[in-house]
């Protein structure tokens, strides 16, 4: 399994998930889990996703979905293999 972490945040709008979620769908991506929280009108979620079974290369991915999420949306999305998300947070 290759796991990638994808975080989203913006104001909060209908449809944010919708969008984040259609995608992944239509490029064969599965979610392994996911968090949102709205704070004070901000939208902020995180999801572990499966990118093993992609039909696209993974820096495609991480460029559409942050044009999915500006252009189409209105939020922030960003989209990082799991070891580099890991290795950029370490304590």
Known sequence: MERAIITVVGKDTVGIIAGVCTYL????INILDISQTIVQGYF???MIVDVSSTDIPFGELTEELSRVGSEEIGVQIKCQKEEIFDL????
């Open 25 to 28: 769908a239509k490029h064969h």
């Open 88 to 91: 950029m947070h370490r304590i």
């Open 44 to 46: 902020n979620m995180m």
